[in-house]
């Protein structure tokens, strides 16, 4: 066991191996919507993955020769997409905290499968929106989803799965009081195809935000709105029915 680390502090370090093997087709599938989407609409080919993980999605953009950054505040997820990437730049990075570093760098800036619900404030979440604002050129754009209440709501279920690799156990749950979402995974998978198997336990929280509001965070920081869409289709966002909004937003000034 790692020096000074407590049992829980072990499992929760281990998810990003389970998390990279097991959880990661949703990176892949938003990937190539937004590239399809850059490819039409956008100049240049440099693209900044905020809250990266694993590198996945960057993968995707990396193999069409882009020029690819990805920030993430994980260590255990970066360290496993260094293993993934062999062009991309990687930074280990509080995205709500000031940025200097990435000013005007990038035609497009992303950041998916609810990253930015893990946020934990309307201040971080401001914060954040700034730092993308600032690194992007000029008509760059940038693409991000969130859950809402309705999509939060949906996760609150009990999923088992199991393989010769892995055992995975999933609980979502919905604090009504607290707009909160809480999804813990628990379980072990066999490490490097060996007999032996690293036990993981981890819980992502997901805060839900009205979706009015952070529209108007965007715009306040400078943002245009071109759209925002049901999810990562051609449907169009709607309050009653939209689990999961794609947002996309052009810096014009």
């Known amino acids: 066991m790692e020096q000074n680390l407590t049992d829980k502090e072990v499992y929760n370090k281990n998810f990003a191996s389970f998390y990279n ?15 399809n989407y850059a490819k039409d609409n956008l100049k240049g080919n440099s693209v900044v993955d905020y809250m990266c ?26 360290n496993i997409a260094k293993l993934q990437l062999s062009k991309t730049k990687l930074l280990t990075k509080d995205v709500t905290l000031e940025e200097k570093e990435l000013k005007n760098c990038f035609n497009l800036a992303v950041s998916t499968a609810d990253a930015v619900n893990h946020l934990s404030s309307i201040k971080d979440i401001e ?31 009990y999923i088992t799965l199991s393989t010769k690799d892995y055992i995975s156990v999933r609980e979502g749950f919905y604090d009504d009081v607290h707009k909160m979402g809480y999804t813990r995974f628990q379980g072990a998978y066999r490490k490097n195809k060996s007999d032996n198997y690293v036990r993981y336990d981890s819980i992502i929280y997901n805060y839900i935000y009205p979706i009015s509001q952070i529209v108007d965070i965007l715009q306040d920081v400078g ?11 051609d449907k169009v966002y709607n309050k009653d029915r939209t689990k999961r909004v794609l947002f996309i937003c052009e810096k014009r000034k």
């Open 21 to 35: 093997y097991v959880l990661t087709e949703q990176a892949r599938e938003y990937g190539k919507y937004i590239l």
């Open 53 to 78: 993980g694993t590198g996945n999605l960057l993968r995707i953009f990396e193999k069409e020769n882009w020029t690819t950054t990805g920030v993430d505040l994980s260590d255990d997820m970066l």
């Open 127 to 157: 914060n954040f929106f700034y730092n993308v604002f600032s690194s992007l050129k000029l008509n760059g754009f940038f693409m991000f989803d969130m859950n809402t209440e309705l999509g939060a709501r949906a996760n609150c279920s």
């Open 223 to 233: 943002f245009e709105i071109v759209c925002l869409k049901d999810g990562y289709s």
